[in-house]
Structures are given as C-alpha cells and as structure tokens.
C-alpha cells in the first residue's frame, strides 16, 4: 500500500493491487504529531504531485531530494521549482525583460545592442542580417546563432530556428519564471566581433545579499573551453565544475590567471541586479575594454550543481538562506500557508 498525506488537510492511500482511491480527511494538527512525520508525509506528496522533477533530479544526482526541509543549493532549488512563484522570476527568465531592467537599475553598465526582436524571422530586416550580430531566442539558454557579415540564407535560418519558440523550460524542467514569458527571437550586436582580447565570461552567484563564487570561462562552450573558480574576495579555487552525469571535469586556466577586473566591483553590480532576491545568477562579459552585463539565470544548472571540491556546492547550501525567498516572506494562502509556517520554524530550528 502506497500512503500519501495531503497537508491540504486530506490525504489517499491507493492500493498498488487494485488501483483504488480512497478519500480521507484529517486536521493539520494530526501531521503535528512529529516533524519527522510531517517531513515524509509533504515529501510524499510532492513526489506524488511531480514524477518528472523527481525522476529528472535522481538522473544528474543520483540520489533522492527532501524537498519538504530541503538542505543543500540543489535541493533548494528543486524546492524554488515546485514553491516560489517570484515575480521576478518571469523578468529574470526574459532576456529581452531582464535587459531592460537592468538598464534601469545599473545603467552604466554596458549591454550589446539589441537590433530587432520579433517572433517570425520573415520580419527580420534584411540590413540588419549584413553585420557581426547574433540570433537568440530569449526564453531559453544555448540557442544562439552567429551571423556573419555577408549575406544569409534566411530559408536555413528559419529551418534551424524551427523549433525554438516552441521549447518551454516551464513544461520541460518545471521552471516556473519561464511560463509567462513570451517567447521571441531577438538580434543583438556581437561584442565579439573586431576584439584582440579574447572573451571572458564572468559568472556572479548571489545568495541573498552577498557573493559566494565568481566563474570565469574563456572559449564557453568549445573545444577550448577552460575555467576558474574565485572567492567573492578574488582568491583562486582549486576547483572546478563537474559535469553531472559522466564526472567530467572541465579543463582550467592556467594558474597564473586572475579576474581582468576586481572581484568588489564584479559583487557590487551583481548584487544591486540581484536588488535581495535570495539567489541568482548574474553573467556578465569582460572583451579585453568594457564589461557588458549578459543575462540573469533563476535557475543555475538546471538544480544540478557539482564541483571537483564538495565543500562549494556546501558552502552555496549554507549561504542560501530560504527565509529570504518570495515563498516565505510574502503572505501565502491555504496549505501553502501552514506549510509555510511549519517550513519557517524547521529552519529556525536548524539554526
């Protein structure tokens, strides 16, 4: 017999033989009896209620997530998954939105130039496609195309670009900020084009109001890609991110490479686009002259973090202080409510 708890104050136990449900109603004060039970009982359901996240975390992982008090940065974001419908979120999982905002917030920081945005690429002004820019769409990551400057054949464009709009990391990987973006293509400038330095990308991770690591990447997403890990004070880390599923270690800089600009600046523009969200990703780029700002990422990863040293993914748990989230400093209603409730006093007692 497989038993579920509802803290919605009902709960079924379906017979595994029989395939029949029954409907039983029970008060919130009987999933007090112990934290334990209230713990296994909500992780119960929220494994009833989503198959795929489960299924999709033990994958990468390899081993099963407590969502109900989750612990560490993967659990935590499995947790952000299924809970916290931050606001934010959707301008964060925009690219063209998250643009815009952080314009507002950071001017002086330095964006490509967006020159067309649209959702048919039969609208694409054909001068534009003449120049160094790239195609992207700006609701999901790594679908980008680089044109160059010549002419383009916009009928393989369009064949290459066929599915694009139609992914959704909403319906796919349980993303939530995803499903009220409306997904476009956009063309933006790129700030690659004519540079003697090579790029650097500079990766920003935001927990609440502080910096826990800063990534830099040169040649992402290449053969040659290579990568270094700081501290939020600059210091280098003998460490380096691990692929999840077949262990593989991305390749380092070479020891003697350091931030091409300081860690207290990179921190201090990422922090006030992070404006106290209790955590985000903010991407910048450094081309050898000017830092552009790229994108915001509200879920690293996917929820599917490991290092080559354990004690990051450990510190990134720590320093995510689940008090902060939208979830429970804004007023829920329901089963969200006492849950909320019962989610604030286990952390406090972990403390």
């Given at each position: 017999m497989l038993l579920v708890v509802y803290p919605d104050e009902a709960y079924r136990h379906v017979t595994a033989d029989t395939g029949k449900v029954g409907l039983f109603f029970f008060t919130w004060k009987a999933l007090k009896l112990s934290a334990n039970f209230t713990k296994s009982a909500i992780s119960g359901l929220l494994y009833v209620l989503h198959p795929r996240l489960i299924i999709q975390y033990w994958l990468n992982l390899r081993r099963l997530p407590d969502i109900a008090v989750p612990r560490d940065v993967?659990?935590?974001?499995?947790?952000?998954?299924?809970?916290?419908?931050?606001?934010?979120?959707?301008?964060?999982?925009?690219?063209?939105r998250a643009k815009e905002y952080v314009r507002q917030r950071v001017p002086d920081i330095a964006q490509s130039p967006v020159l067309w945005s649209g959702t048919d690429l039969q609208d694409l002004p054909e001068n534009l496609t003449g120049q160094h820019c790239i195609l992207k769409a700006n609701h999901s990551s790594g679908m980008n195309i680089v044109l160059d400057i010549g002419p383009v054949d916009r009928r393989q464009l369009v064949k290459a670009t066929r599915r694009w709009l139609a992914h959704r990391h909403d319906r796919v990987h349980g993303e939530w900020g995803y499903r009220n973006v409306e997904p476009k293509f956009f063309l933006e400038t790129d700030i690659s084009a004519g540079q003697k330095a090579?790029?650097?990308?500079?990766?920003?991770?935001?927990?609440?109001?502080?910096?826990?690591?800063?990534?830099?990447?040169?040649?992402?997403?290449?053969?040659?890609?290579?990568?270094?890990?700081?501290?939020?004070?600059?210091?280098?880390?003998?460490?380096v991110p691990v692929t999840h599923r077949n262990h593989a270690r991305t390749a380092v800089l070479p020891d003697d490479f350091d931030l091409p600009l300081d860690a207290a600046t990179l921190g201090r523009h990422a922090l006030v686009i992070a404006n106290g969200n209790d955590h985000l990703r903010v991407d910048f780029m450094w081309n050898g002259?000017?830092?552009?700002?790229?994108?915001?990422?509200?879920?690293?990863?996917?929820?599917?973090?490991?290092?080559?040293?354990?004690?990051?993914?450990?510190?990134?748990?720590?320093?995510?202080?689940?008090?902060?989230?939208?979830?429970?400093?804004?007023?829920?209603?329901?089963?969200?409510?006492r849950y909320a409730a019962w989610l604030r006093a286990q952390l406090q007692a972990l403390q």
């Amino acid at each position: 017999m497989l038993l579920v708890v509802y803290p919605d104050e009902a709960y079924r136990h379906v017979t595994a033989d029989t395939g029949k449900v029954g409907l039983f109603f029970f008060t919130w004060k009987a999933l007090k009896l112990s934290a334990n039970f209230t713990k296994s009982a909500i992780s119960g359901l929220l494994y009833v209620l989503h198959p795929r996240l489960i299924i999709q975390y033990w994958l990468n992982l390899r081993r099963l997530p407590d969502i109900a008090v989750p612990r560490d940065v993967n659990e935590k974001m499995l947790w952000r998954k299924v809970f916290d419908r931050n606001p934010d979120f959707v301008t964060f999982s925009d690219k063209l939105r998250a643009k815009e905002y952080v314009r507002q917030r950071v001017p002086d920081i330095a964006q490509s130039p967006v020159l067309w945005s649209g959702t048919d690429l039969q609208d694409l002004p054909e001068n534009l496609t003449g120049q160094h820019c790239i195609l992207k769409a700006n609701h999901s990551s790594g679908m980008n195309i680089v044109l160059d400057i010549g002419p383009v054949d916009r009928r393989q464009l369009v064949k290459a670009t066929r599915r694009w709009l139609a992914h959704r990391h909403d319906r796919v990987h349980g993303e939530w900020g995803y499903r009220n973006v409306e997904p476009k293509f956009f063309l933006e400038t790129d700030i690659s084009a004519g540079q003697k330095a090579d790029l650097v990308d500079l990766i920003v991770y935001v927990f609440s109001n502080s910096v826990t690591l800063i990534v830099a990447t040169m040649g992402e997403k290449t053969a040659r890609e290579r990568v270094a890990l700081f501290d939020a004070d600059g210091c280098r880390l003998n460490a380096v991110p691990v692929t999840h599923r077949n262990h593989a270690r991305t390749a380092v800089l070479p020891d003697d490479f350091d931030l091409p600009l300081d860690a207290a600046t990179l921190g201090r523009h990422a922090l006030v686009i992070a404006n106290g969200n209790d955590h985000l990703r903010v991407d910048f780029m450094w081309n050898g002259e000017t830092l552009y700002f790229c994108e915001v990422t509200v879920y690293p990863g996917g929820g599917y973090r490991s290092y080559s040293d354990p004690k990051i993914v450990q510190l990134m748990g720590q320093n995510w202080n689940l008090a902060d989230s939208w979830f429970l400093r804004t007023s829920q209603s329901g089963w969200r409510r006492r849950y909320a409730a019962w989610l604030r006093a286990q952390l406090q007692a972990l403390q």
